[in-house]
């Protein structure tokens, strides 16, 4: 009988993102209509598509061995699970979100100081409550089903929402006050699942390919040819991670350089290693990169 992992992979905003993530990690993920489990091409792997906010409440209850959840939600939740590893990606792609407080453009409010006695909309409520403990403001707390935006100034004075533009809270004339929360995502496991060697072992797996992904991520790797008189001239303007790799031709005087680089910073450099002499340029997308 096959061992099987449980995962929890995160329904709603995060959900494109992370099947990109594991397609660059080189699985074959798909989702059934009407179901919760997904399909994946390792016969070891379970996963089921869960919300995000429920996730590590099921890892530290070991229905789930792992899965993939927010900071946000794991300070929220206030679990007990092993974090595995950070993996800094959001619903746009590579980075963090914020939880910041907002407020109407117009409000006298500036500072979580002048809080003080008022009311507070937000879905995260246990980590907004620790936000003012800190500040030394009391002010109530309250939880909010959705439409966090609309609610200000006629239900509530302010409000704390998740961002990674702003433009939502622009859109509905809020202004930020303060950072809340900054979070990203992170692999987390049931600390039993954790002490089992199969499992570990293959949670330890997982981790290095979708590190790998996440590195790969916005990256791309060139390749070129230069001569020995123009060598210098090149590697002047190539950046890497950590130096080019360089490698005799079987022509004499003439070498092979490959360097990691971010994508966006190919379509300038191209042109500049031509110029410096740079030979058969060839640019090619990563999936990985490990470290």
């Given at each position: 009988?096959?061992?099987?992992?449980?995962?929890?992979?995160?329904k709603g905003s995060l959900e494109e993102m992370t099947l990109e993530l594991f397609k660059r990690a080189g699985f074959r993920i798909e989702r059934r209509e009407r179901s919760y489990n997904l399909f994946i091409d390792d016969e070891e792997l379970e996963v089921l598509l869960i919300r995000t906010q429920e996730i590590p409440l099921y890892v530290e209850k070991g229905v789930l061995d792992a899965g993939l959840a927010g900071n946000d939600w794991i300070l929220e939740r206030g679990v007990q699970v092993e974090r595995i590893k950070e993996l800094a990606y959001a619903k746009r792609g590579l980075g963090s979100?914020?939880?910041?407080l907002?407020?109407?453009?117009?409000?006298l409010i500036n500072r979580a100081e002048?809080?003080?006695?008022?009311?507070?909309?937000?879905?995260?409520?246990?980590?907004?409550?620790?936000y003012l403990k800190e500040k030394g403001v009391r002010a109530e707390v309250e939880f909010s089903w959705g439409a966090t935006e609309i609610k200000p100034p006629s239900l509530v004075d302010a409000i704390v929402e998740l961002t990674e533009t702003g433009r939502s809270l622009e859109a509905n004339n809020l202004r930020i006050v303060d950072t809340v929360l900054k979070s990203t995502t992170w692999l987390i496991a049931?600390?039993?699942?954790?002490?089992?060697?199969?499992?570990?072992?293959?949670i330890e797996a997982l981790t290095i390919?979708?590190?790998?992904?996440?590195?790969?991520m916005g990256k791309v790797g060139l390749k070129l040819n230069v001569s020995r008189e123009n060598l210098k001239r090149v590697?002047?303007?190539?950046?890497?991670?950590?130096?080019?790799?360089?490698?005799?031709?079987?022509?004499?005087?003439?070498?092979?350089?490959?360097?990691?680089?971010?994508?966006?910073?190919?379509?300038?450099?191209?042109?500049?290693?031509?110029?410096?002499?740079?030979?058969?340029?060839?640019?090619?997308?990563?999936?990985?990169?490990?470290?």
């Open positions: 009988m096959v061992r099987k992992l449980r995962f929890g992979f995160p979100v914020r939880w910041v907002a407020v109407p453009v117009n409000s002048d809080l003080e006695g008022k009311r507070i909309a937000t879905e995260l409520v246990e980590v907004t409550k620790a049931n600390k039993s699942s954790w002490e089992d060697s199969w499992k570990r072992e293959k390919l979708l590190e790998g992904a996440v590195n790969g590697m002047s303007i190539l950046p890497a991670l950590k130096k080019p790799t360089i490698s005799s031709l079987s022509e004499e005087g003439w070498y092979a350089l490959e360097i990691v680089l971010d994508e966006r910073k190919a379509r300038e450099l191209i042109p500049q290693i031509k110029k410096a002499g740079g030979e058969g340029i060839v640019e090619y997308p990563l999936n990985k990169v490990v470290y």
